[in-house]
């Protein structure tokens, strides 16, 4: 199993501002993945985050919006870019079992957006 | 991606009932996953079932896969408050997890 440290657990922001959420595993892992649940609704992955190389991104979400850092095996960063109310929502990293077989989560960061 | 549809989408029954949620999809799955989330938490696996026709069995948990591989579904044998959640199907595509649209359970006590 994976034990994820996710920070900060919740936020409140203007309208215009950023903030980077970050995401600490306990192991090494290949593939980080970052998933976005808006209110009362179910996950939709952003993006994956795989180190040593550029984000993949999902239809519909763009690096300049979510910019993504993954500088080790064991970390990385999303960052919500000039916030509008839209992007109220909850946040949440994951990370793939050994192999690939199953997603263990962080608590998520819980964003609104003023 | 494929679209991974849930029923019902809202559920809300006494302490005791049984009930069964549903995942279908137009397309074959490889393999599908059930997760529940509690408030405030991320998603946690459940199970995973790979073979068409497979069921298992988690305490009062009974997961289903369809004979096609294209549907599943969980049945809860006598329901408690500690089962509140939302339910989600899961599959793995290449490297990545798509989700369902989710059933919101809320068991009264």
């Known amino acids: 199993s994976a034990v994820i440290s996710q920070k900060p657990s919740r936020d409140i922001c203007q309208r215009g501002t950023s903030l980077t959420i970050q995401c600490q595993v306990d192991?090494?892992?290949?593939?980080m993945f970052w998933y976005r649940q808006q209110p009362g609704q179910s996950l939709t992955l952003i993006a994956t985050?795989?180190?040593?190389?550029?984000?993949?991104?999902e239809s519909g979400f763009v690096i300049d919006k979510f910019p993504i850092s993954r500088p080790n095996l064991t970390f990385s960063t999303l960052t919500v870019s000039n916030m509008s109310p839209e992007d109220s929502s909850i946040y949440l990293c994951?990370?793939?079992?050994?192999?690939?077989?199953?997603?263990?989560f962080g608590s998520g960061t819980q964003l609104s957006v003023l | 991606t494929q679209l991974l549809e849930q029923s019902p989408q809202f559920l809300s029954i006494q302490e005791g009932e049984n009930l069964t949620v549903y995942c279908n999809s137009s397309?074959?799955?490889?393999?599908l996953q059930w997760y529940r989330q509690e408030p405030g938490e991320g998603p946690v696996l459940l199970v995973t079932?790979?073979?068409?026709?497979e069921v298992k069995k988690l305490k009062r948990l009974t997961f289903q896969f369809g004979d096609a591989r294209k549907d599943s579904s969980l049945h809860i044998t006598a329901a408690q408050p500690g089962d509140t959640g939302l339910y989600l199907c899961?599959?793995?595509?290449?490297?990545?997890?798509?989700f369902g649209t989710g059933t919101s359970l809320t068991v009264i006590p």
């Open positions: 994951s990370v793939g079992g050994v192999a690939n077989e199953k997603l263990f």
């Open positions: 192991s090494q892992v290949t593939m």
């Open positions: 985050a795989n180190q040593g190389s550029e984000a993949t991104y």
């Open positions: 397309s074959v799955f490889s393999s």
């Open positions: 079932v790979v073979t068409g026709g």
């Open positions: 899961a599959e793995l595509t290449g490297n990545q997890f798509y």
